[in-house]
Structures are given as structure tokens and as C-alpha cells.
């Protein structure tokens, strides 16, 4: 979008007012993405400061041809991936069995009443945590793509896949979250 | 039992995660900071490429298009269910509408998250043809957006009017089939789709502007509902409000008047003049 563009230019000219508008457009979608990877609230907010304070500090240098949006998300993917990896580095010398925590993070949901916030909570819990029992090729696909809303061309360029792949990906992920959710709503 | 699509609506809508305030507000002035530091150190660059991005608004125009499809399509359902017995045959105005060598018309709305979409005062003028697209953006009165495209010289022109900048540049071939292939009500076979897919019932008739209309009200399966008022006399729409639900919850309203149809844009002069002393974004 054209709004887009002009925020860009602003930034590349080291507008305070375009970084704020970025961090509030944005800055909660990152999130909601790093803790959907990670299912851990705690690392999911490091990357998201991580990546945010990069993007400020390189900010004027911005030469990107996609949207902010998807720059940001990707930057939040490969972030999350280093974290991941370093996680598993550090589980493999502590000899543990999971690198994440075992509890899916409590999600704070924009409401408009308590009781329909705790509903949404509630509900955001559960898919926070049957996502996280996806692997990770077919988690990162699903969030991409229903959270960054980046296309599947793009997921499988980051993937380092084919679009068919990704796609397959994205399918197999929803039909695992599909026998997740219902078998819990079942139980 | 949940299925994908209910799946995929919650992730969407309902995993929405929030920074807890205080943490929220330290990390944006960190990272204010980190930016004015970064400003001192190493000069800013003030060379900017041309970017693609502008193609993107065809598509709130199409967003309309779709939409005057949508209740034009109800029309056509009119038409198969009465048989044309009131004062409008509505296939006449399908046919109408198909047939128009160019429109221009004004789009007002609410609950846009556009910040600069500011109803009342603000609204759009869209000139449109099978080749020629222009929007023209006011706020306050004042013009500050318009966006161009010609499909058949492969152009695509932006300018900022409130930053007095401009992007002009070539569209892609790909990016040339893509918007004709998406024809909006120009498309006969669109508008037959998704008239069958639709109910409505009749407003009867009122005077807009001085014109005799007659409307028809539908929901389409979305949820969404449509009202289209067309002249008894032309054939032609001259009032469309449509009212929905987006995925996040928000409710939108959308009215398109002050129609203009058949008009020869290639004549009317809609590719926009860039002022000599705007600079190129």
C-alpha cells in the first residue's frame, strides 16, 4: 500500500512519529507470532524486542521491495529459529527433554467485557497449545500464513521449499489441530 | 466437531497476543532511542528506490468492484425470481452495467481501520473502464491521495498530494494479466455466480436526487447486506450500500453514489498531472 511506502520513506529519514506507528500497527501481531513458535511467552517477547530494536536502529537504511509487515514477520521467524537453535544447544548439555516450556502461554486478549475476554482467553490457550504440539515446519507454515498472512509462495521461499510443500505442510498442520482441538472439545 | 475453516477463523481472530502496558511503552522508547542514536551516527540515505507497492490500492478498488458485482449480482436474482414484472428488468441493468464503457462514482465508509479513512470527510472518486482505473482520496475536502493505473500502456502512477511526492513506474506484465482477469462487474459470469447465491427482497421505490429508484435488498452468504437503488428510467445504479462484518469483529458500511455511467474516460483526461514541484518518492 501506498501508506506503506510513505512510512518507509518517513523511517528512512528517521522519523520518530513513522517508528511509533510501526511499532503500534505491528508490534502486537509480532508477538502474537514469537509466542505461536516459541509457545514460550517469556522468549517470544525477547525476539519480539530484538527484532523491533534492530529494525529502529537500521531503520534509515530500510531498502526493502515487500511490505513492512511481511519484513517484520520474517525478521521474527529467523529470530525465532536462532532461538531455537540456541535453546536446543543449551537442552542438549542440560540433557533436558523439552526446550520449550510445557505450559502453552497465557494469551492477554483484546475485549471488550471481562467474561468475553476470559472466553477468548480461554480459547486462545487452547490453540496457543495444540499449535505448539505441531512440528515445526508445519507450526511456522500455519502461522505464517493465518498470522503474518504472508502467501505460501513466500513461506516456501523461506522454508527453502517448494509451494506444493508448504502447502502440504499447511494442510497436514490444520488436520493435526483439527484432531487436537476436537478430541479435547470431545473429552 | 470443528472444522479447518472454524479452525483457521480462530486462529486468525482469536490468537491476538498483547505486551503488557508497561513493558509496551519501555520497549518503544528504547527504540526511539536506538533510532536517534543510529541517526547520529551514520547519515541517513535520502535516495529512494521506486517501489511496487502502489498496486496494492487496485485492489481496494476491485474491493469495490467486487462489491457493486456482489449486489448487482442480487439483481439478477430479482430478475430470475419475478421475472421482471416491476418497473426495473433487472437484467437490463446487468446488461447495462457490463456494456458501460466507463463510470465514475464516490465511495464513502466506516469502520475502515485506515486512520485516513475519516467519515464523514472523507471519501473516494473512482473513474473507472476496462483499461483506466483512477482513485482520487479527500479528506477534509482537500485531494491528498490518487492512484492511477493503465492497463493498456502498462502505467502506474501514485502521487502524494499532502507530501507533494510521486512514484510513476512500469507494470509488469504479470501484474497487467492479473488486473484484467479480475474484471469486476464487467465479468457477466461473476455477476451469474453470484447472483445465484444470494437472497434479497424488494424496497419498492423512492426518489434519490431527484431520481425515481427502485431497490432491492439481499445478505449474501457472508452475512454481508446489500441495497442497490437503480433509476426506473435509466437502468442504471445510482445508489449502493452495502453493510458487513470483517474477520476481526468490525463493522463496515460502504456507500458508492453520484454515478456517472458511460462516460469515455480516454476522452475525460484521468491520467493525473504531476506538479513540477513534486519530487519523486
Known amino acids: ?187 | 466437531m470443528r472444522s479447518k475453516n472454524a479452525i483457521e477463523e480462530t486462529i486468525r481472530t482469536k490468537l491476538n497476543l498483547t505486551f503488557d502496558p508497561p513493558l509496551r511503552g519501555q520497549l518503544l522508547a528504547r527504540a526511539l532511542r536506538e533510532q536517534e542514536q543510529s541517526q547520529e551516527t551514520e547519515p541517513a540515505l535520502n535516495r529512494p528506490a521506486i517501489r511496487r507497492m502502489i498496486m496494492k490500492n487496485s485492489m481496494v478498488k476491485l474491493g469495490i468492484a467486487a462489491v457493486i458485482v456482489a449486489v448487482l449480482g442480487i439483481g439478477i436474482v430479482e430478475f430470475l425470481g419475478t421475472g421482471g414484472t416491476s418497473g426495473v428488468v433487472w437484467a437490463e441493468v446487468a446488461k447495462n452495467v457490463e456494456a458501460s464503457t466507463g463510470v465514475i462514482f464516490r465511495a464513502r465508509g466506516t469502520g475502515s481501520r485506515d486512520p485516513n479513512d475519516d467519515w464523514p470527510n472523507g471519501y473516494t472518486i473512482f473513474s473507472r473502464s476496462a483499461a483506466l482505473s483512477r482513485m482520487d482520496k479527500y479528506r477534509g475536502g482537500q485531494i491528498y491521495r490518487t492512484i492511477y493505473t493503465n492497463l493498456d500502456t502498462k502505467t502506474l502512477i501514485g502521487v502524494l498530494h499532502d507530501h507533494k511526492m510521486y512514484s510513476k513506474e512500469a507494470m509488469s506484465d504479470e501484474r497487467v494479466q492479473s488486473a484484467r482477469a479480475q474484471k469486476g462487474w464487467t465479468d457477466p459470469q461473476g455477476l451469474l455466480n453470484l447472483a445465484l447465491s444470494v437472497e434479497h427482497h424488494s424496497l419498492g421505490q423512492k426518489t434519490i436526487d431527484g431520481v425515481l429508484c427502485e431497490g432491492i435488498e439481499g445478505t449474501g452468504p457472508d452475512g454481508s447486506t446489500g441495497r442497490l437503488w437503480v433509476g426506473v428510467e435509466t437502468g442504471y445504479p445510482v445508489l449502493i450500500e452495502v453493510e458487513a462484518t470483517d474477520k476481526g469483529g468490525i463493522r463496515h458500511t460502504t456507500t458508492m453514489d453520484q454515478f456517472r455511467w458511460n462516460v469515455d474516460l480516454s476522452a475525460e483526461g484521468v491520467e493525473p498531472e504531476v506538479p513540477a514541484d513534486y519530487e519523486p518518492l
Open chain 1, 1 to 187: 500500500m501506498m501508506e506503506d511506502q510513505l512510512l518507509k520513506w518517513k523511517l528512512r529519514r528517521g522519523s520518530k512519529e513513522a517508528l511509533a506507528q510501526v511499532y503500534q500497527m505491528y508490534i502486537d501481531s509480532m508477538l502474537t507470532l514469537a509466542v505461536g513458535l516459541l509457545n514460550n511467552r517469556a522468549a517470544a517477547e525477547d525476539v519480539v524486542q530484538d527484532v523491533f530494536l534492530s529494525f529502529a536502529r537500521s531503520a534509515k537504511d530500510l531498502r526493502l521491495h515487500g511490505s513492512l509487515r511481511s519484513y517484520l514477520m520474517t525478521a521474527v521467524l529467523n529470530r525465532v529459529r536462532d532461538r531455537r537453535r540456541q535453546l536446543r544447544r543449551q537442552a542438549s548439555r542440560r540433557d533436558a527433554t523439552s526446550y520449550v516450556s510445557t505450559q502453552p502461554a497465557e494469551p492477554v486478549c483484546e475485549s471488550a467485557g471481562p467474561e468475553q475476554a476470559a472466553i477468548r482467553a480461554e480459547e486462545a490457550i487452547r490453540v496457543t497449545g495444540a499449535i505448539a504440539e505441531l512440528p515445526d515446519e508445519q507450526r511456522e507454515v500455519v502461522l505464517l500464513r493465518l498470522k503474518a498472512n504472508l502467501r505460501f509462495r513466500d513461506i516456501a521461499r523461506l522454508q527453502q521449499t517448494s509451494v506444493n510443500t508448504a502447502l502440504g505442510r499447511y494442510r497436514y498442520g490444520l488436520d493435526r489441530l483439527r484432531s487436537l482441538l476436537n478430541g479435547e472439545v470431545n473429552r
